[in-house]
């Protein structure tokens, strides 16, 4: 379960980061984290803290809430 909402998390942070034309590295770099680890996040590899959950909002220009909008 835990696992399934990761991947609908990753998925739809890789959405909105392709709908704003940004690379993996684009984000990441505005992150502080490699883009690999960007990669993994998107994939579900790898379970992460909130606050990198933060950052990635904020370097997509999007609220918090927009990347649990699984409908979308």
Known sequence: MVLEF?????????????????????VAFACNF?????GM???AEYDFKI???Y???KAL????????DFKK
């Open 6 to 26: 990761r991947k609908q998390l990753g998925e739809r942070i890789k959405q909105i980061r392709e709908s704003k034309k940004l690379s993996r590295e684009d």
């Open 34 to 38: 490699s883009g690999s680890y960007m």
């Open 41 to 43: 996040i998107e994939r």
């Open 51 to 53: 606050s990198k959950l």
């Open 55 to 57: 950052n990635i909002a």
């Open 61 to 68: 220009d999007v609220d918090i809430c927009e990347l649990f």
